[in-house]
């Protein structure tokens, strides 16, 4: 049997349960020494029974569904004198792992996210996530206003102190006859933003992270948001490009970069390698259609590439070609303007389309609530033996590819020349042609069980390849507790997202800077694709 093929599912099935009863007395008791938490409601959930908030949790509206028997807690705890943040539990009657298992949040929202948990404990995990401390929108940074404190819970305060108190709750709620043996982490986006930001201030708190799409560069991807969204306005101006172009500059780019990588299958599997001629996109004759203007095209130059203002000053970097551009330049979006009118301005009526450098530099001098991940010396993390498993897709448009890429070279950077490698506990891998944490336009293969990732017909996992192989969460724990780190992860796309219709397609993720190359055989199952370094052939 290939090594690697080991550690499927079911995880270490225990006989380790619940002692104390699932309700809020013996969840207040439990925090007696805990003046701060307030136990808000400790409810027993049967065997294939559902748990959520339902429409009231507004960025996670659906409940957790076909859930294992568990207890559901809800505590709320005080965190300065005018801020407080709720997080959630799932406790499993039966057969828990010992093991704790922490999930994030998206966007600017605020709710707790139950779905994720909802996937994460049919592992066997406790499962836990913090509504940060308010309630809103993804997309809704109103709460902000004049709010230091709840800033700082959303920054990073709500995520650590729910994880403390979590480990604690979960020791003695199991009747203390078994510790956690180990903590992991799985989240995307911001969730991605508050695994690193975590490990960076508190690398005891998990053993593994596994981090998607993170938005750990909270100054500059505001910036990058408004600035980018902003290029393209007002609708006068001749640099304006409608919606309805969007396609021929998204098809363009996969007509000239896919081929580049050896197989014409829509998918561009390296976007940085490939030598784009934007000058193909402009218009030939007067009145034509499906082209851009000289002067659309420098809208198309500034979006894909790294934006550079003074002095040389490297700020973000553009999006990965071939990424399509509605999200980030069919409107502003409220993401780049409510971090600056709400968080970093504190007035509602700022003029954003006053925005320029000097908003960034504010933006770095204040950091506001202590948001961004940029703490690169992560040795700490690594010397008690933590883990990273890192992705980002690269047909992402709402958060660039390269602001990962950056990340990366940043922490080699920063570590190699002290001697540290960093595959030792840190692997990043590149999904070509996911967008967004999940999903593709191009039938990519993407989906790894990581946070926010669901298929349709599956409670967790991927169906059918339930192991550290094809499965990101297994794949964490086995670095973690067996010391095996993946050389590769296998991707899949099930027909329609759907696990009862099988797998489509199926391909390997390589160790960055690694890309997957196309070897012989069926190009849609991972034998015909290695692994090999950018300057092999
Ligand atoms: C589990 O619950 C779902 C609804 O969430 C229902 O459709 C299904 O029949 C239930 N399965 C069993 C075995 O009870
Ligand atoms: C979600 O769950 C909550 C509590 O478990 C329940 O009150 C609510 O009705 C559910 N909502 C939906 C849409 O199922
Ligand atoms: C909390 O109190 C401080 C000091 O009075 C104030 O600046 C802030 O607006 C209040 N609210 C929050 C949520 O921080
Ligand atoms: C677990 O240990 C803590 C600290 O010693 C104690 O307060 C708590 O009552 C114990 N829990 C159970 C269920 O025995
Ligand atoms: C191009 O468009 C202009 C203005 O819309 C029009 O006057 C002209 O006749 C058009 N030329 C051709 C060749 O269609
Ligand atoms: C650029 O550098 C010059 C000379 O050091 C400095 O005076 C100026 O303030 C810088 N501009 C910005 C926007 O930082
Ligand atoms: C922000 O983090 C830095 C360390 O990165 C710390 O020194 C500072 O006290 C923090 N500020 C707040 C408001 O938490
Ligand atoms: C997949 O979804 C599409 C669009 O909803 C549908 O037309 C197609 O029949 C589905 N394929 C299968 C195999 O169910």
Known sequence: MHASTIFPLPLFASTVAAAAGCTSDQFTALLANHPEATVKFAEAVPQNGSFGQGPTNIPFPTNATQLP????????????????YNFGLFLPDQGWNERFMTTGNGGFGGGINWPDMGRLVQYGFATMSTDTGHSSGVDDGSWGLNAPETLIDWGYRAMHGSVVLSKEIITSYYSNSSSIKYSYYAACSTGGRQGLREVQLYPDSFDGISVGAPAWWSTHLSSSTLWLGLSNTPDTDPKHIDTSLFPVIVDEMTKQCDPQDGVVDGIVSDPYGCNFDFEALLCTAPNAT??????????????????????????????????????????????????????????????????????????????PGNATADAFDMTPFKERGGKILKYHGTADSLIPTGSSIYFYNKVVQTLRPKG??????????????????????VDAPYYLSGGSQQLTGATHSVPGYEDADHDIILALMRWVEQDTAPEKLIASKFVNDTASLGVQVQRPLCVYPKQAKYVSGDVNVPESWECKEVYES
């Open 69 to 84: 028997a568990l207890c559901a807690v809800g505590i709320n705890v005080k965190s300065s004198e005018n801020s407080s």
């Open 420 to 441: 540290v490698n960093i595959d030792d506990f840190y692997r990043f891998f590149l999904v070509p042609g996911m967008g967004h944490c999940s999903g593709t336009t």
């Open 290 to 367: 499906s082209c851009l203007t000289a002067a659309q095209l420098t809208t198309v130059y500034k979006f894909y590439n790294d934006w550079v203002d003074a002095n040389q000053t490297y700020v973000f970097p553009g999006v990965a070609l071939g990424a399509d551009p509605t999200y980030l330049l069919g409107s502003v979006s409220n993401l780049g303007t409510d971090y600056f009118r709400y968080f970093l301005y504190g007035e509602p009526d700022w003029d954003k389309t006053q925005f320029n450098y000097r908003d960034v530099q504010a933006a770095d001098a204040a950091d």
